[in-house]
């Protein structure tokens, strides 16, 4: 059972808008910044979004995160077959006293 | 270009010692504005954030596993270790060595490992 909760699956076909939402709490995503991480077959976690909407060098402009209240929310508009994967919410939890993750989500394209 | 690399045993027996190292290149694990941590994922599971070090040797770690876990660096090799005692089938997992941006505060891991995969298995 994760902190942060994701929905299991999501997808859509080349060129669709998916959206993929994380709820949490006060204690993580209401009082502290989310990441978001993308992880392809077989590879390691790679950090997608920062700071709740910064994305990182070289992370293309398709992918796109919100923060709102507890809530969070990464979208991958333009899907193309090569985002086929698996992406993870992240953020510090004052109650826990550390990171926490959300459940993740697979991404498949159609 | 920063990079961690994973190395240690691939397979441990029940009730042992689970030991692994992360070797940073590219870098230096004496940096002022970065922990250094370690994050496990179970076959087909979530991830797992075990803890995090600092170069100065200070530490926090998952609630969860606080009791059975040790995190340590060797700053003359630029590395960090993990030994999580007492292992068990639950701790079979592919353990990822990653880079804490911020430290405490922040789930920002901003360079990670390939990983290492270890069984607990007799």
């Known amino acids: 059972q994760s902190v942060l909760t994701q929905p299991p699956s999501a997808s859509g076909t080349p060129g669709q808008r998916v959206a993929i939402s994380c709820s949490g709490g006060?204690?993580?995503?209401?009082?502290?910044?989310v990441y978001w991480y993308q992880q392809l077959p077989g590879t390691a976690p790679k950090l997608l979004i920062d700071?709740?909407?910064q994305r990182p060098s070289g992370v293309p402009d398709r992918f796109s995160g919100s923060k709102s209240g507890t809530s969070a929310s990464l979208a991958v508009s333009g899907l193309r077959a090569e985002d086929e994967a698996d992406y993870y919410c992240a953020a510090w939890d004052d109650t826990v006293g550390g990171p926490v993750f959300g459940g993740g989500t697979k991404v498949t394209v159609l | 270009q920063l990079q961690l690399q994973e190395s240690g045993p691939g397979l441990v027996k029940p009730s042992e010692t689970l030991s692994l190292t992360c070797t940073v290149s590219?870098?230096?694990?004496?940096?002022?504005?970065?922990?250094w941590a370690w994050i496990r994922q179970p076959p087909g599971k979530g991830l797992e954030w075990i803890g995090s070090?600092?170069?100065?040797?200070?530490?926090y770690y998952n609630a969860s596993l606080k009791s059975r876990v040790t995190i340590s660096v060797d700053m003359s090799e630029n590395q960090f270790s993990l030994r999580l005692r007492s292992a068990t089938a639950a701790d079979t997992a592919m353990y990822y060595c990653?880079?804490?941006?911020?430290?405490?505060?922040?789930?920002?891991?901003?360079?990670w490992g390939q990983g290492a995969l270890v069984t607990v298995s007799s």
């Open positions: 070090i600092y170069y100065s040797g200070n530490t």
């Open positions: 990653a880079r804490n941006e911020g430290g405490q505060y922040y789930a920002h891991f901003d360079y």
């Open positions: 700071r709740n909407n």
């Open positions: 590219g870098g230096s694990i004496r940096s002022s504005t970065h922990y």
């Open positions: 006060r204690s993580n995503i209401g009082s502290n910044y």
